[in-house]
Structures are given as C-alpha cells and as structure tokens.
C-alpha cells in the first residue's frame, strides 16, 4: 500500500517568505508526526496531532511555525517569515494510532532558505 | 546535555566483522527504545525494538540496561548493505520520539 508522502520534496525559498509543507499520512492512521533534520543531527521532535488536534506542539522552535490537520488526515506545515536556519529536512512520520510508535516516516521535504 | 547521546563515528569495519554501537539516555522516565537505520538521504526506517530480556533478530542482536540508562546494538557477519546511520531512539507515553545524532557505519570489501 502507499507509504506516507511529503511534498514537495524541495523547496527553495528566499529569507523572509513564507512556506507550506504537506504530508498525507498512511491511510488510517490517526496519529501524525513532525519531525525536522539537521544536517549531521537526528530528527528533532515538532509536533504531534491525534485526529485533528495538536496534542503536543512542545517542539515547535517559536511562534513563526505552525502545523494544522483540519481533517484528521493531511497535515501542513507553515513556517512565517522563514530564516537561513530553519533550512533542513522536514520529516512527516504516521502511526496506527496514539502512543503506537512503529511510526512510518515519509521521505521528507529538503527546505534551503537562502 | 542530549537526551540522547550516541558516538557519531565512524566506524569503518571490514566485511565480516563484528560491530557494537552504544547509546545513554537522560530521561529514566523513557518507556520505549528502538534503534532506527537511516541511509543516505532517505528517511529513518525501524530496525528493531529494544527490550529489557534483549531482542535478536537474524545478525542484529540490541539490549535495554534501565538502571544505566543504556541501550546497544550489535550487528555480526557485517554485510556492505549494512553501511548507514544507526538511530538510537526512546519514547515516553505520548509517542513522541527523541533521537540521538546517529552513529555511521561504513562497511568496506
């Protein structure tokens, strides 16, 4: 069956603007994950939604990052005013249901800021 | 300091050998623990889980110490397909996972 998508997988973008990243989980899953990737790093925590709320935004670095999933499947990503340092990987991950950690990452949307 | 801290290597090994990654985690509240592979420029995938009574599955065999906070993985008869980043992981009760900087291996002919 289809995998988790990201898209798009690249995205260049000026200092300044603004930006919208979109994954579609696995079908069924309830739970969704972001996750963000430095180069030489692990993935670092974002956000978690169950269903269609965020049910922990702990990892959201400031308020210029936000995520919504208004139908409990697709999720976007939007990050304002974006800056050199926010460029990295983005990784969107999907489990079964809540606190099920087989999560199932997507490839990732490579954002550069420059 | 990390939550969670892993060598970043790299460890060069020869086909064959025997290679053991090792990995410390902060939090004694953490209640999963798995190790994730990683290669280059694609996403983590689930290697396998990590328990307390050690988990072998084929070549990979990975061991849970709670009271040193502590979690390694072993991989013998090291294959070229082996080389990638290995991803120390652990949970807490809401899913979220925490990842330590991932250890590199390079298996060489």
């Known amino acids: 069956g289809a995998g988790v998508s990201q898209t798009p997988s690249n995205k260049v973008t000026e200092k300044g603007k603004y930006v919208e990243l979109r994954c579609d989980p696995i079908?069924?899953?309830?739970?969704l994950y972001w996750y963000r990737q430095s180069l030489g790093q692990g993935p670092e925590f974002l956000i978690y939604f169950q269903g269609t709320g965020a049910a922990d935004d702990s990892g959201l670095p400031n308020d210029r990052f936000f995520a919504v999933r208004p139908e409990g499947s697709v999720s976007t990503l939007k990050i304002q005013r974006t800056e050199r340092g926010d460029s990295a990987v983005y990784l969107c991950a999907s489990s079964r249901r809540q606190g099920s950690y087989e999560q199932y990452f997507g490839p990732g949307t490579r954002l550069t800021v420059t | 300091r990390k939550e969670v801290e892993q060598d970043p290597g790299p460890f060069n090994v020869p086909e064959g050998a025997t290679v053991a990654f090792n990995c410390t985690y902060s939090?004694?509240?953490?209640?999963?623990f798995f190790w994730y592979r990683q290669d280059c420029r694609k996403e983590p995938k689930l290697l396998m889980s990590v328990y307390s009574s050690g988990n072998e599955d084929g070549r990979f065999t990975a061991q849970l110490n709670r009271a040193s906070q502590y979690i390694s993985l072993l991989i013998r008869d090291s294959k070229l397909s082996d080389s990638a980043t290995y991803l120390c992981v652990v949970a807490g009760n809401t899913g979220k996972l925490i990842f330590g900087q991932g250890t590199t291996l390079q298996v060489k002919p």
């Open positions: 939090n004694s509240a953490s209640q999963s």
């Open positions: 079908s069924g899953h309830t739970a």
